[in-house]
């Protein structure tokens, strides 16, 4: 149990054009998502932290208006890359925090590698 | 400087031990965590210890948790190619569930 998908895997895009990219939970709802950015080598770095029906919590030096958050439902939060520039190239990772999650564990999905041209 | 810190790589022979060290700032963590990340792959997480814990065993994963000096630690028991990897500590806990990560440390597992 406690899968999380993100859809596309990789995406390659062109700069200024915008990509969206899924999260979801596949057989528990999610409460809680987070949105990391891992650069080659890195730790992971939190964007932001959504809770489900509410406005996105942006970390600081984290453009809200570039990274669009939306948490919709239950099962499912985006990101979308506006205007992408090719230093937004980067890997993403969503986790998402469970209603009846025991040890507060996050569980994360495999990520989408962003490549802007 | 980072709230949670580890060294940054260890290299092991196949059957051997390895040990992987982290140390962090917040007192306040409910609990501590280890990811597993392979190549271009998320984080799986291998295992946690509640902060009023010293010590967890799962399988061939030990955790020592040493509360006063901020000090964790994952041993790996007979380390395998496949355990390969780089070995994220977390902590967190806070209201939120936000996590704190280390910068991970790469263990490359030689024949």
């Known amino acids: 149990g406690a899968v999380v998908s993100q859809h596309p895997s990789r995406v390659i895009c062109k700069s200024g054009t915008s990509v969206k990219i899924e999260c979801r939970s596949l057989?528990?709802?999610?409460?809680?998502m987070f949105w990391y950015r891992q650069f080659p080598k890195q730790s992971l770095m939190l964007m932001a932290t959504?809770?489900?029906?509410?406005?996105?919590?942006?970390e600081q030096g984290v453009e809200k208006d570039k990274f669009l958050i939306n948490h919709a439902s239950l099962t499912l939060s985006t990101l979308t890359v506006t205007s992408a520039h090719p230093e937004d190239s980067s890997f993403y990772i969503c986790?998402?925090?469970?209603?009846?999650?025991?040890?507060?564990?996050?569980?994360f999905g495999p990520g989408t590698r962003l490549t802007v041209l | 400087g980072e709230d949670v810190e580890q060294s940054l790589f260890l290299s092991v022979r196949e059957g051997d031990s390895s040990v992987i060290n982290c140390t962090y700032t917040?007192?306040?963590?409910?609990?501590l965590y280890w990811y597993k990340q392979e190549p271009g792959a998320g984080l799986q997480l291998l295992t946690y210890?509640?902060?009023?814990?010293d010590m967890k065993q799962d399988q061939r994963l030990t955790v020592l948790l040493n509360k006063k000096d901020k000090h964790l630690s994952l041993r790996i028991a007979d380390t395998q190619t496949g355990d390969s990897a780089i070995y994220f500590c977390?902590?967190?806990?806070?209201?939120?569930?936000?996590?704190?990560f280390g910068a991970g440390t790469q263990v490359v597992v030689t024949p």
């Open positions: 986790s998402a925090r469970g209603r009846d999650s025991s040890y507060n564990e996050q569980f």
């Open positions: 057989d528990f709802q999610a409460t809680t």
């Open positions: 959504s809770n489900e029906g509410s406005k996105a919590t942006y």
């Open positions: 917040d007192s306040s963590s409910t609990y």
């Open positions: 210890i509640f902060s009023n814990m």
């Open positions: 977390a902590e967190g806990g806070d209201s939120w569930g936000k996590f704190q």
